[in-house]
């Protein structure tokens, strides 16, 4: 038999109802990272490695997981990190992941290649919300989501900082995805095999890139890969002037994405950021950095007096969470923990992810 979604205990298990259930192209482009995914195992390698030593008899009848980051309060310390193209993992995308955030009271988002809009995002999900950013040769697009997202009433802005060339995700080359994706000989076989998943992409809402869907050729149905949309949209010149500029644009929490030095942290605190998030996008971009965990008690010793530090990546159990927090972290966040869940099981799959996360982090 089969897994089902009440078999999953575990990021793991989330994993392998995803597996069951997407085509390989879809699946492997949420599994993948970039060039032999050192990093991305790294990432979670790290908290494995770290061991936690308890003190007993602490008086503990009642326990607050609730923190505040960037201002914004929230029941948990973990988030729901912006990411890309929801709505192909699943026929409700964004919209099953904000009301599974809604349920919890934690930070949910979505991405500049989200597939549901911002003003739909804005108007109908009740729980803080961030938008993640990436800074565009066309200023006007920019500056556009921007005005969007504060018009829309989003909580936070987080400017990407780690990707303005795509990572070399050999797996999207080998299976030839592309967004939406392309039907080919080997890849229809992997379609065909999935039935349920394909007969939602064929016969539910047309899949878009919501977001940007009058700026690029996915708005003619022509397919893409994400590398080339990184490739040709992202401006390669974007420095500190210009996070500056989007942070004063913004006027609200604000947020840098993809921090991984202190060097870096440091110049986050002198530009006025609220946040940085420690991340190096689930392994996704470069092959062989250090883990964000590795690297979050330096960062913190300093600048966590001044900013709030968020710990991205690599996240599959609470006890990950437990450990970043005892170092200094304010929350964490993570992607395919989540997208796992949502792949296998819509909103009822990210809402039985949190509660897992959530147990967890009660019970140790």
Same mark, same amino acid.
């Given at each position: 038999m089969g897994i089902t979604l009440s078999d999953c205990y575990n990021t793991a298990q989330f994993r392998r109802l995803a597996k069951a259930r997407l085509p390989g192209p879809i699946f492997h482009y949420i599994d993948g990272a970039a060039d032999d995914e050192v990093t991305y195992r790294r990432n979670t390698e790290a908290y494995e490695t770290c061991d936690l030593v308890p003190n007993v008899l602490a008086g503990v009848e009642n326990i607050d997981l609730t923190t505040t980051v960037m201002g914004i309060p929230?029941?948990?310390?973990?988030?729901?990190?912006?990411?890309?193209?929801?709505?192909?993992?699943?026929?409700?995308?964004?919209?099953?992941?904000?009301?599974?955030?809604a349920a919890f009271n934690t930070l949910f988002g979505i991405s500049s290649l989200g597939t549901v809009g911002i003003e739909e995002i804005g108007e109908t999900i009740r729980t803080p919300k961030i938008f993640q950013l990436y800074y565009h040769k066309d200023k006007a697009l920019t500056w556009g989501m921007i005005d969007r997202c504060r018009d829309a009433g989003f909580d936070a802005l987080a400017l990407t900082v780690d990707t303005i060339v795509g990572g070399n995700r050999e797996r999207d080359l080998w299976t030839g995805f592309t967004s939406p994706p392309r039907l080919t000989p080997s890849s229809l076989v992997s379609f065909a095999t999935h039935p349920s998943w394909t007969l939602n992409y064929l016969l539910r809402e047309p899949f878009e890139l919501s977001n940007l869907k009058d700026h690029i050729p996915e708005g003619s149905n022509?397919? =893409?890969? *994400? +590398?080339?949309?990184?490739?040709?949209? &992202? %401006?390669?010149?974007?420095?500190?002037?210009?996070?500056?500029?989007?942070?004063?644009?913004?006027?609200?929490?604000?947020?840098?994405?993809?921090?991984?030095?202190?060097?870096?942290?440091?110049?986050?605190?002198?530009?006025?950021?609220?946040? =940085?998030? *420690? +991340?190096?996008?689930?392994?996704?971009? &470069? %092959?062989?950095?250090?883990?964000?965990?590795?690297?979050?008690?330096?960062?913190?010793?300093?600048?966590?007096?001044?900013?709030?530090?968020?710990c991205d990546g690599g996240i599959q159990r609470g006890t990950h969470v437990l450990k970043a927090l005892s170092v200094g972290a304010k929350a964490c966040s993570g992607g395919r923990w989540y997208l796992y869940a949502l792949a296998g099981a819509g909103q009822a799959g990210v809402e039985r992810a949190l509660t897992n996360m959530q147990s967890e982090l009660v019970r140790t």
């Open positions: 929230m029941d948990m310390p973990l988030f729901l990190s912006p990411t890309a193209l929801q709505r192909l993992f699943h026929h409700d995308g964004e919209r099953a992941v904000g009301r599974a955030a022509v397919s =893409i890969s *994400v +590398s080339d949309y990184f490739s040709t949209m &992202l %401006d390669q010149t974007m420095d500190w002037d210009a996070a500056a500029e989007v942070r004063e644009r913004w006027g609200k929490a604000f947020c840098l994405k993809g921090i991984m030095s202190v060097e870096d942290a440091r110049k986050a605190v002198e530009i006025g950021a609220d946040a =940085i998030m *420690v +991340s190096n996008h689930g392994g996704r971009q &470069l %092959d062989g950095s250090r883990s964000p965990f590795d690297q979050l008690a330096e960062i913190v010793d300093a600048v966590g007096d001044q900013i709030d530090v968020i």
